[in-house]
């Protein structure tokens, strides 16, 4: 087991792979040398180390404590083009990610980690089937790298899982977290080609429901590397305070010289306007990916700017998820990194061998 590969700093990943020699993380992040990742698979499979198994979708649980469990499926996801509005993108991508994945499934010929995809239940449905699936124990309990507990069911192909499919094939599903993954094995499918259900056609995909009490959504803050000081804020007197003044609204904290202040904005979404009213105008013509730090870490962010990394950090508040549904199934999207969604599905559970002369 491991992090999805883009969450994993590059300082980890030997620490990684010394914990054992079947770690995942020697098939996510091999570096440039994506045919050795392949040549790992194969023999990882041809020894016994992977398994696999009938045709069977997976019902993941993972606790976060304080009594709150998510529940979620793990299945195959048929690859459909943004346009037809059934899969929903929220954020830009950039180019460099989607070469660097492209070619390693081009060498696995696989998909390695499954993409989180949000749907709106709305139904007792599916949270009954997915009760149902748990019923019995689990194939596979495990922890994470946080040391959340985990737990895997596999479901063999039958009337559960047609069930289960019947009930999510009218639903939009949002990208919750595997934008440029998502582009990239889509644009893998269509130059693979096969059948309109050859598993090359589908992608590996842990799906939750928006409902879920399980599903956590963290902010995203971002630090200027440039730019001038934006006027006009309130006052604020400490990071906390800052934080809490921008709960529910859609405002901006900012930071910069030693001073706080919360930049009340004009329209729906705090990120989008935050982008639109003064980041984008700060930045003119000059480059997001080359002036925007990240971070979740909203202490961080004020170190950051403390010890001159950047010269400004804006703090945002956790977007809603409905809004946020909303702003896609109209065709909009946010700015990248807009959501962080909260504890990620790790990689090693299952994986999707994309074969276009097999059929799901």
Same mark, same amino acid.
């Given at each position: 087991?491991?992090?999805?590969?883009?969450?994993?700093?590059?300082?980890?990943?030997?620490?990684?792979?010394?914990?054992?020699?079947?770690?995942v993380i020697r098939l996510t992040r091999p570096g440039t040398d994506?045919?050795? #990742?392949?040549?790992?698979?194969?023999?990882?499979?041809?020894?016994?180390?992977?398994?696999?198994?009938?045709?069977?979708m997976y019902v993941h649980e993972v606790d976060l404590g304080a009594g709150r469990t998510r529940r979620d499926l793990i299945a195959a996801l048929r690859l459909e083009p943004y346009d037809r509005s059934v899969v929903l993108p929220h954020e830009r991508t950039h180019r460099g990610p989607k070469e660097d994945r492209l070619a390693l499934m081009w060498a696995t010929q696989a998909s390695l980690e499954p993409l989180w995809f949000v749907y709106d239940g709305h139904?007792?449905?599916?949270?009954?089937?997915?009760?149902?699936?748990? #019923?019995?124990?689990?194939?596979?309990?495990?922890?994470?790298?946080?040391g959340l507990a985990q737990r895997l069911w596999a479901v063999e192909r039958g009337r559960l899982t047609d069930e289960l499919s019947a009930a999510l094939a009218a639903l939009p599903v949002l990208i919750a977290d595997g934008h440029h993954r998502y582009e990239t094995t889509l644009a893998y499918s269509q130059e693979v080609g096969g059948p309109a259900d050859a598993a090359s056609r589908f992608t590996l995909a842990l799906l939750s429901d928006i409902d879920d009490p399980g599903l956590v959504v963290l902010p995203t803050h971002r630090v200027m590397k440039a730019?001038?000081?934006?006027?006009?804020?309130?006052?604020?007197?400490s990071l906390a305070e800052t934080l809490e003044a921008i709960r529910g609204r859609v405002a901006a904290g900012v930071y910069r010289d030693g001073r706080f202040q919360v930049l009340p904005l004009e329209g729906e979404m705090a990120v989008v306007e935050l982008h639109r009213q003064v980041i984008d105008n700060l930045l003119g013509k000059r480059s997001a990916e080359e002036f925007l730090l990240y971070t979740r870490d909203a202490e961080e962010a004020v170190r950051w700017v403390d010890e001159g990394v950047g010269v400004s950090a804006f703090f945002l508040d956790a977007p809603d998820l409905r809004q946020v549904l909303k702003w896609a199934q109209e065709g909009k999207t946010l700015p990248q990194k807009s959501t962080y969604f909260h504890p990620k599905p790790p990689s090693g559970m299952v994986i999707h061998r994309l074969d276009a002369n097999r059929n799901l």
């Open positions: 087991m491991a992090p999805p590969y883009d969450v994993i700093p590059e300082s980890e990943v030997a620490r990684y792979q010394a914990l054992s020699p079947h770690n994506y045919e050795a #990742a392949a040549r790992t698979l194969t023999t990882w499979v041809d020894q016994g180390v992977l398994r696999e198994d009938r045709p069977s139904q007792a449905a599916l949270s009954r089937l997915l009760a149902e699936g748990t #019923a019995g124990a689990p194939a596979a309990r495990f922890a994470d790298s946080e730019g001038i000081a934006v006027t006009g804020g309130e006052p604020a007197g």
